[in-house]
């Protein structure tokens, strides 16, 4: 998965004001989307210097988590991917309404509905409907200069997509870039977005719909695909 770094005050705006505020108690309408093998959330990360950055996480009922990647949940073989992604994997509690995520090291950190760091996120369905276009922005420093990675994903009608990517590297004396598109169709289930590439290729990535209000339901202003977060254009 990417780390995206997104700038602080647009995300911060995006937590007061889309995500709104959150009890430990969730209303029928969430329990429903919940009830499965698995529950899912996504928190809300400070980095380094001024941006933040939001990671889908799905709690397993065996007391497992893991950092939502590329691959769909469903198809994870869970000893092999802690295998290829240790630091990916941990333990969960729920204790007095927050959940308690110890990592591949040990180290333990607390999370709540309502603190503004621990948010549902949803499986897809047909309404709320999705935007047109979303965007992630990831940029990741170098030492002597930065690279930045803008990607979207323009959903043209309910089968057709666009994937395009602009990467860029900057440095006090040059900047360089490359685009790339891709074309084809998608179709999306619960939790996973197959995209069938007009080359032929064929990828299912993980995919999951924020959350806003009290009680929480869905919000598409912001999705997660094969891990990272994209914002809605307006």
Known sequence: MKAPRLFFFTFLTFIMVICGAYTAKYSENTQ????????????????????ITFEPIVLFDNGDYVEVGTEPVGSLDRVPSKSNRPKAWGKWELKGGRYYLTDHKGRTNDYGLGSGNWFPAFPY??????????QNTCSTDIGYGS????????????EHFIEGENMGGLTPNAATWEKSAHTGTYHIEDHIITLN???????????????????????PKMIFIGGDAYLAEE
């Open 32 to 51: 429903g989307y919940q009830k499965s093998k698995e529950e899912w959330f996504f928190k809300a990360i400070s980095r380094y210097p001024v941006s």
């Open 125 to 134: 369905r047909p309404n709320p409907k999705l935007a047109r276009i979303y």
């Open 147 to 158: 690279t930045l990675t803008i990607s979207k994903v323009t959903f043209i009608d309910g």
């Open 197 to 219: 590439f007009s080359d032929g290729k064929q990828e299912k990535r993980s995919f999951a719909v924020s959350a806003k209000g009290n009680p929480a339901i869905p919000n």
